[in-house]
């Protein structure tokens, strides 16, 4: 019968003090001969057991203590050699030549104690005994006083003989770097290479060239200093890169090129930018082709401007900023700026790709929003684009809905999504009134009574467009309110509980004519010219109507029916033919037909006179308005948060918080202080005055 073989567990050793002492004592003497580089005789098996067996008894704190003290020691006999040895040597070749030989001492001894790291080390979150041993021969070495002092020393001596042309050892300033790398902090690894080489440099070389840049140009021509400089600036970049580390070229290239008068170059610049700006607005006028024409222009320079940039300062972002700063002072300074731009890009949306390409349509629309950004009165031009975006879309003349999406999807990666919500509503708005017009018509085809003509109507949400006001009170002609009546009829069959309110100021249709002897048009007019001339059906004959007859009939704003008769009596197209002459509509002016009207043209287009200071004035007024709102609310967001504030931080918070939307002057923002305080929403500070408090 075969023996039973029986595999019993290991059994640890139980370590005692005396035991302990004993293993290290051989582990202490295996380092020093590591260190005097005798250790062929040196069985690594044994030594990483008796480490093992100390770890298995408990012993690792004390041997990672230990180990740190032998480290030390260690470490204080490289410092006295490296200090012994400066009589023949410079420091740099003494510390690197002892962290040399330290580094293959360390490399060797981390292997015996590769237990202690796993078992004591890294689950406790100790630094491994590499870099433990790193760490000691940088506070004691690298970090002492005299050895530190004249390390910075020499190197900022070895790089100045570099500079100025003379024989020096670059590979020892190299071996520096690497050696100060390797010894920085496990969390900063770069720091004391910064701290003792890079800041250095970089320190020499500003003062050295600020130095003798100043003394080239001098006695050189420009064209030749610029040659010197570019010179200068790749001997720097080879020298950074073969004494130190080519991760400095950035930051050694960027404090070579503000050279003496970089500033003044800079200031000139944007003094340029925004005198050239100002001139172009200048010339501008309030019609909309001088607008279009003036953000043509500036669109013009902003596309030189970037060309410059790159390819005569590469992109350098000071220079950018100049030009930045210029263009922006010189926008900002030109009346209506923002009205300008909404009337630019209404051009190129209504144009499209009919009259540009692509390319020309996506190339103008990038640098009208490089325009922008540059806008100090953003809410102005969210109110004028808004206004242009809704005639675009109710008289459904943008060449393409796309185009229109991926702008407002650009405004709203500038400015965030709150700012394009209402503009993206508009949209929507357009889309459920198209199915909703659908149906409408589906719906009439089956009536008994169809409508003899086509019908449709926008549904606008109350808020999203910056017409929705409640219109005022105007009696349509019955051709027109039959339409509409049995419009409501089905809107109201299908939304239960909604409000429809009509808005003829923005609408538009056709008329066909039937009293021309030669030849009848079909005139393409607005709703409000369709209202007066369907009060003229039963008098095509002699008859005429009164300005009076015509504003009783119509009950539209006098204002309105007056900008109507301009426009069909005083325009291109004369339809009706007044009693008096000129431009101006009288109380007592009667109006006809023009039974002599004739256009080349089958369809004819009737422009409404556009009333532009009055819709100016208005969009003005409520942009103030919504201005006194904004600063209020921001002044009780930011007080409701501090509690107390003095005068000049409440300012200066109220004027940043604003500046994505407007410039909040000083004196707007004081006026709402004082009407915050009245209304009981702040006090003054009783002891100081110039100190507001909240009430809540």
């Known amino acids: 019968m075969a023996k039973r073989v029986v595999i019993k567990p290991y059994k640890a050793v139980s370590a005692n003090n005396e035991f302990s002492e004993r293993n ?24 990483y057991r008796t480490v093992y067996n100390l770890c298995l008894g408990h012993h690792e704190a004390e041997v990672y203590k230990r180990l740190n003290q032998a480290f030390a020691a260690m470490c204080l006999r490289y410092r006295a050699a ?152 790749r001997e720097e970049i080879e020298r950074t890169e073969e004494c130190l580390d080519a991760s400095l070229c950035p930051s050694i290239t960027k404090l070579l090129r503000p050279l003496p008068e970089i500033q003044k170059l800079q200031e000139a610049i944007a003094a340029k930018f925004e005198s050239d700006v100002l001139a172009l607005g200048s010339s501008a006028t309030d019609d909309k082709a001088s607008a279009v024409k003036l953000i043509e222009q500036l669109v013009g320079l902003h596309e030189k401007s970037t060309i410059a940039l790159r390819d005569a300062f590469h992109q350098d972002r000071d220079f950018a900023f100049s030009m930045a700063t210029g263009f922006e002072r010189g926008i900002n300074k030109i009346k209506n ?16 790709t009919k009259e540009l390409t692509d390319g020309e349509m996506e190339s103008r629309l990038d640098h009208a929003v490089a325009i922008f950004r540059h806008l100090e009165e953003k809410d102005v031009f969210d109110k004028y684009y808004k206004l242009y975006l809704g005639k675009r879309l109710l ?79 105007c009696i349509l002609p019955d051709a027109m309110r039959q339409a509409t009546q049995r419009f409501e009829a089905h809107y109201h069959a299908r939304h239960n509980g909604r409000k429809l309110i009509w808005q003829p100021t923005l609408g538009h249709g056709e008329l066909k004519t039937t009293y021309l002897a030669k030849r009848q048009h079909v005139l393409q007019v607005t709703t409000q010219c369709m209202m007066v001339l369907l009060n003229f059906n039963g008098h095509l004959a002699v008859d005429a109507l009164s300005y009076g007859a015509l504003l009783e009939a119509t009950q539209l704003p006098e204002k309105d029916l007056q900008r109507t008769l301009q426009s069909l ?58 201005r006194r709102l904004e600063i ?65």
């Open 395 to 473: 008289l459904h003349k943008s060449a393409s809905d796309d185009a229109e999406r991926h702008f407002i999807a650009r405004l709203k990666a500038e400015c965030g999504r709150s700012w394009t919500a209402k503009m993206e509503g508009m949209f929507h708005d357009i889309e459920v009134s198209k199915t909703l017009a659908e149906d409408f018509r589906r719906a009439c085809s089956k009536d008994k009574n169809p409508l003899s003509y086509d019908f449709d109507a926008s549904i606008l949400t109350f808020g999203h467009w910056p017409a929705t006001s409640p219109s005022v009170t």
């Open 82 to 233: 490296a200090e012994t040895g400066l009589d023949s040597q410079t420091t740099l070749e003494c510390l690197v030549g002892a962290y040399r030989d330290y580094f293959l001492v360390v490399n060797t001894v981390k292997d015996i104690f590769l237990y202690l790291d796993n078992t004591y080390c890294k689950p406790k979150h100790f630094p491994i005994v590499f870099q433990m041993a790193l760490a000691v021969f940088r506070a004691e070495v690298v970090l002492h006083d005299m050895l530190n002092r004249q390390l910075r020393h020499e190197v900022r001596h070895l790089l100045a003989r570099d500079r100025e042309g003379n024989h020096t050892n670059r590979t020892l300033l190299r071996s520096c770097a690497v050696m100060l790398v390797s010894l920085g902090p496990t969390d900063d690894s770069w720091s004391l290479f910064h701290k003792h080489m890079a800041r250095i440099h970089e320190d020499e070389c500003e003062s050295y060239y600020a130095r003798h840049g100043t003394e080239y140009l001098d006695h050189h021509s420009v064209k030749e200093y610029v040659a010197y400089a570019h010179a200068r600036v």
């Open 24 to 47: 290290w004592s051989l582990l202490q003497d295996a380092m020093l001969s590591i260190e005097r580089r005798q250790s062929s005789s040196l069985s690594f098996e044994q030594l």
């Open 569 to 626: 009596a005083c325009g291109k197209h004369v339809l009706l033919t007044k009693s008096s002459s000129g431009k101006t509509i009288h109380s007592d002016d009667n109006f006809k037909l023009n039974h002599r009207f004739s256009s080349k043209a089958v369809r004819v287009k009737v422009q409404q006179v556009a009333a532009r200071n009055e819709e100016r004035e208005v969009t003005e007024k409520k942009v103030q308005g919504e």
């Open 632 to 696: 209020e609310a921001c002044l009780v967001r930011i007080m409701k948060a501090r509690r107390q504030l003095g005068h000049n931080e409440l300012q200066i918070e109220t004027i940043k918080q604003l500046a994505p939307r407007f410039k909040a002057q000083p004196a707007q923002i004081k006026r709402r202080v004082e009407d915050l305080i009245e209304r009981e929403f702040l006090e003054r500070d009783p002891d100081d005055r110039t100190v507001y408090r909240y009430l809540a």
């Open 337 to 352: 700026a923002a009205e300008s731009l909404c009337q630019y890009i209404d051009d190129i949306h209504r144009r499209g």
